[in-house]
């Protein structure tokens, strides 16, 4: 049995298969369809358009064959795409949010044992069950929030076998939750506290583990999709993140990149250069950085999450947008900088903070954060052939009201892979994830 989907106040962010991601001005504009149905058949979207095209092709039987949801006033959205999360992560950080209201800065806290190290230490002791038990718990509150697909990144291990766990509990989500998942190993996130002080012989014997032990058994398991460095003041350089890199590439891990959150550290330049799909945060960018993305590959990716909670300059959206750039956001969930992977909030950063237009805003969240992961072909819009990952809103009077009301609930109904997961008329006990908490 199939899904219909019946009476849509508006079916958004529909497009056909030729799109992979939306540019510059492209990015204001938002496909949708009024009065709308939208017909899902295994796992797939088989079917949309309006309610009146609806019963002029297709009789009583089509509807006798599906399960039928009535949206009157509701709207229907594509899933979020989250491209870039640290979710499986071991307990919080609370403390150095404290610390953070004391006036201390990122950098200060991570000089003192803070930051990832402090995740290290705790995720070092914590167990691979243990560990997969506190990330699902994640992994069910984003796709109540209305997220289909995530990227998560490894790199709160330091070790190799810390790291190796890390990535598999990645696997075991991808193996077990309805979510799509893509891997990242990101063993390159911070140097050990056990290598010493941050001098550079220390620095490139840390390298040189990610580079020689890592990184092989990495991908001979098959643990993860991308490679990622932080290339940024304090963490590793140009020459440091391109060896890693280029090792990767050698062992078919395309990159993907943190760079400019702190400085200008020509972490998107090295990211273009070595062909990655996307290169996040920008906190710090300017002419130099748009004209090396012109014409590129390479998706950038901005975190406004993470940078209103440091209290970080806001990524220059609105100058990349109308340099003709595509534009991608993420929640860059992870226990430090950005403790929330609440997609609707990020649309909401991304019009409040970024300038951004509601249309771009969810174009960026939809589309273009598909491209950043690799997903756009089968994520990201209402296409027919596309996985059917979508969610149906609470009665609202438009699609501007989802970053309007940054801080309601306005998801109702979450259906992943054509399967309803959250079907408010479902008794708890029978859902196919449990409601947030």
Known sequence: MGLLIKNIKYLVRTGDNTRQRLYGSEMAKLDTISDAFLLIKEGKILDYGTMKEFNDTYNQSIKDQNKVIDATGRLVFPSFCDSHTHLVYAGSREGEFTDKIRGLSYEDIAKRGGGILNSAGLLRKTSEDELFIQSMVRINEIICFGTGAVEIKSGYGLTTADELKMLRVIRRIRETAPIEVKATFMGAHAVPEEY????????????DLVINEMIPIVASEKLADYIDVFCDKGFFTIEQTERILAAGLE???????????????????????????????????????????????????????????????????????????????????????????????????????????????????????????????????????????????????????????????????????????????????????????
Not at 196 to 204: C, D, H, Y
Not at 385 to 409: C, H, R
């Open 196 to 207: 010493g002080s941050n001098v550079l012989k220390n620095v490139l014997k840390y390298v």
């Open 251 to 437: 062992h078919g891990l395309r990159a993907k990149i943190h760079a400019n959150e702190l400085d200008y550290s020509g972490g998107v330049q090295a990211g273009v250069k070595f062909g990655a799909l996307s290169v996040d945060h920008l906190e710090r960018s300017g002419e130099a950085e748009i004209e090396a993305l012109r014409g590129t590959d390479t998706m950038p990716t901005l975190l406004p999450g993470s940078a209103f909670f440091l209290g970080l300059p806001d990524p220059p959206a609105r100058k990349m947008i109308d340099a003709g750039l595509a534009v991608a956001m993420a929640s860059d969930y992870n226990p430090g900088s950005s403790p929330s992977g609440n997609m609707k909030l990020v649309m909401s950063l991304g019009c409040i903070r970024l300038k951004m237009l509601p249309e771009e805003a969810i174009n960026a969240v939809t589309i273009n954060s598909a491209y950043a992961m690799g997903l756009s072909e089968t994520h990201g819009s209402i296409t027919r052939g596309k996985v059917a990952n979508v969610f149906i809103t609470k009665q609202i009077p438009s699609y501007e009201f989802m970053p309007y009301a940054f801080g309601s609930n306005l998801i109702e109904t979450v259906i992943l892979k054509g399967n309803i997961i959250n079907d408010p008329s479902t008794p708890p006990d029978q859902r196919s994830t449990p409601q947030p908490p």
